[in-house]
């Protein structure tokens, strides 16, 4: 299976901050997503992570609020920005191979 | 649109006894589907997937699945329930022609008392 690292795993986040989660993924992967997982919730897809372009978001998403990066294969960055409350989640990073996915441990994010 | 649902929020079961979680989806043409496991506090862990072939697919765990088409259903069984299983499940489904992203049901809290 492929490996996921991701980091930080949690954080304590001011309102108005942003952060910046990172995720790195082994040579197995060819396609990376970022996902959240609201409190008590199943998970829901925030964007395609593009290799070297803008990412793809899906509706209710945006990049102003959901910047991605994706500079080279095996990595990828998503940020927070301007953060509320309501951010407070889990959010996953996947990669995916040619049939499954697979998930870093997820960066647990509390706004206060 | 592919969607996939977890009728049951909770399910109990007595350690020893055999478990089923319960996934149905609604898809167009031949799905791609799978079942992940959630501890606390932790990322998503893979237990098995159907992509084609037998439709009895064996899994991480003593885990094993049965897709039946004519039902819609891909429901993750185990023989005898460990206290260790209790975690959240997250059945998944992907269709050959998407972008290789999931869409995820709601997931079941599995609860094996000892």
């Known amino acids: 299976s492929a490996v996921i690292s991701q980091k930080p795993s949690r954080d304590i986040c001011q309102r108005g901050t942003s952060l910046t989660i990172q995720c790195q993924v082994d040579?197995?992967?060819?396609?990376m997503f970022w996902y959240r997982q609201q409190p008590g919730q199943s998970l829901t897809l925030i964007a395609t992570?593009?290799?070297?372009?803008?990412?793809?978001?899906e509706s209710g998403f945006v990049i102003d609020k959901f910047p991605i990066s994706r500079p080279n294969l095996t990595f990828s960055t998503l940020t927070v920005s301007n953060m509320s409350p309501e951010d407070s989640s889990i959010y996953l990073c996947?990669?995916?191979?040619?049939?499954?996915?697979?998930f870093g441990q997820g960066t647990r994010l509390t706004v206060v | 649109a592919q969607s996939v649902a977890q009728p049951e929020d909770q399910v109990n079961v007595a350690e020893g006894n055999p478990l089923t979680v319960k996934c149905t989806y609604s898809?167009?043409?031949?799905?791609?589907l799978f079942w992940y496991v959630q501890y606390p506090n932790r990322g998503l862990q893979f237990l098995l997937k159907?992509?084609?072939?037998?439709?009895l697919v064996k899994g991480s765990y003593g885990f094993e699945a049965e897709f039946n088409k004519s039902q819609t259903s891909f429901h993750l069984k185990k023989p005898s329930a460990l206290v260790s299983d209790s975690a959240l499940y997250f059945c998944?489904?992907?269709?050959?022609?998407?972008?290789?992203?999931?869409?995820f049901g709601s997931g079941t809290q599995l609860t094996v008392l000892p």
């Open positions: 159907y992509i084609t072939g037998d439709n």
């Open positions: 992570a593009n290799q070297g372009s803008e990412a793809t978001y």
């Open positions: 998944a489904v992907r269709y050959p022609g998407s972008a290789r992203q999931l869409t």
């Open positions: 040579s197995q992967v060819t396609m």
């Open positions: 898809v167009s043409g031949n799905p791609y």
């Open positions: 996947s990669g995916s191979g040619r049939t499954e996915a697979f």
